[in-house]
């Protein structure tokens, strides 16, 4: 049985049983009652000592079910989920600024998104309550991952996604057989509907925003840099650890793990947590600078999967900034396009423009003093580079067409590529 006790309104304080509330508090409603899981700490402290983690054999997120909602640990699916790799980049530390940094290939997972992590929770708290059909509104990564964590369930999957949806993340939908609708309009508008659509027709509700179980999934991240940096750095920690920022529940989770690992004994100290928005769509920001609640406001930037300019899960995402002492800084759509060819030349890492927008919010962080160059950098980068294809080839341009003779070779030797790559890194 799951150590869970309880969950909390985090706007009212009011607690519940599990089996007492669906996915939100009554009183608040689903706009301001988002609700956070507890559990008996003392009981997950017996269960996740550091030498117990040294020894279990499994890698994956379910090597944390001590600190995990799950009741039912024979409906664990099958797709590996987690236990992502992290890579000392010094190369791309002195091109940021930073002391040190480390990257989080979160595009590693079985869907190639940080995504996978919710949705691998969101299908079992779905199988335990008997649902025949999940769904879930998503800009791709979140739909994606649910469609492929649902098909090896068993388990039905309806997709509600905008139209700008990128067509890579579209066909990953279609290929695990999911039933997709494309919405002409917002992700918003899309979300609204399956919020309307759920209701009626009774299908689980995996968005994020609302159900407090998904971002459970979203914290292992931190659960895991709290390990691997106890095998990395014995004793210390990232002063900072970053990550790109959409409707605030990737945020909220991060900051919940690591609060988590502390509280355990297995991180030595909290860092700052720097979130990171694109200018075209930057509530967080813009609501953290004038010290106000939030204004939501259009979304436009190429960075579809942090499009969302109505973020549900506001409160949880702006408490793990303030109470870190930490930052938001937002980025263009230009120095995210950028981000993508000088991750992969400096890092080895191939990320999508959200992925790769902590990145880019590095730098800003620093030319603004936010983050000192005497400090350490520790950026999840949460989807694979091939989840945009479109984007990639924008940031790196073309290859240089040549016949099949080593006189054009010679030729192609002198030419650059439509869109200098080198230019594009060190932009």
């Not at 890579?87 to 002391?99: F, H, K, Q, T």
């Not at 990953?172 to 509907?193: I, K, N, P, R």
């Not at 509700?205 to 179980?213: D, T």
């Amino acid at each position: 049985m799951s150590n869970q006790t309880e969950l909390r309104c985090i706007h009212c304080a009011r607690t519940y049983r599990a089996d007492a509330v669906e996915y939100f508090c009554p009183v608040c409603g689903h706009n301001n009652g988002i609700l956070d899981v507890l559990y008996d700490y003392d009981a997950a402290k017996a269960e996740l000592t550091r030498e117990q983690l040294a020894a279990n054999p499994d890698r994956s997120i379910w090597r944390y079910l001590p600190l995990l909602p799950v009741n039912d640990a024979s409906l664990l699916p099958r797709l590996q989920v987690g236990c992502t790799p992290i890579y000392d980049a010094p190369r791309l530390a002195s091109e940021l600024g930073v002391a040190r940094c480390w990257v989080k290939d979160e595009g590693r997972n079985s869907t190639a998104s940080f995504k996978d992590r919710a949705s691998a929770v969101g299908v079992v708290k779905a199988l335990e309550q008997k649902a025949a059909t999940i769904a879930c509104a998503s800009t791709g990564n979140a739909a994606s991952s649910l469609a492929g964590f649902a098909a090896a369930a068993g388990i039905a999957a309806v997709i509600f996604v905008p139209a700008h949806a990128p067509p890579a993340k579209v066909a990953q939908l279609l290929v695990y057989g999911a039933q997709v609708f494309s919405v002409d309009g917002t992700y918003d508008e899309a979300w609204e509907l399956c919020m309307e659509a759920s209701a009626e027709f009774g299908w689980y509700n995996r968005n994020c925003a609302i159900n407090p179980y998904l971002v459970e999934g979203k914290k292992t991240v931190s659960l895991e840099l709290a390990e691997q940096f106890l095998a990395l750095t014995p004793g210390s920690f990232a002063d900072w650890v970053v990550v790109s920022v959409g409707d605030g529940c990737t945020i909220a989770g991060l900051w919940k793990g690591l609060r988590e690992m502390h509280l355990l004994g297995i991180l030595p100290r909290l860092p700052r947590i720097l979130g990171v928005q694109a200018e075209g769509c930057n509530p967080f920001e813009i609501a953290w600078r004038g010290n106000g609640e939030l204004v939501p406001c259009a979304a436009r930037t190429l960075a579809d999967s942090i499009a969302v300019g109505h973020p549900r899960n506001f409160r949880k995402g702006m408490n793990a900034v303030i109470e870190s002492g930490g930052a938001f800084v937002s980025v263009a759509d230009e120095e995210i396009l950028a981000s993508i060819p000088l991750l992969a030349q400096r890092a080895g890492v191939f990320g999508e423009p959200a992925g790769v927008a902590g990145m880019a919010g590095v730098r800003r962080a620093v030319e603004r003093g936010l983050i000192h160059r005497s400090e350490s950098v520790a950026i999840v980068m949460t989807g694979n580079g091939l989840k945009d294809i479109k984007s990639a080839m924008r940031s790196a341009g073309e290859a240089i067409p040549i016949g099949p003779t080593l006189e054009e070779l010679r030729r192609g030797l002198h030419l650059e590529p439509a869109i200098s790559t080198r230019a594009v890194a060190t932009h």
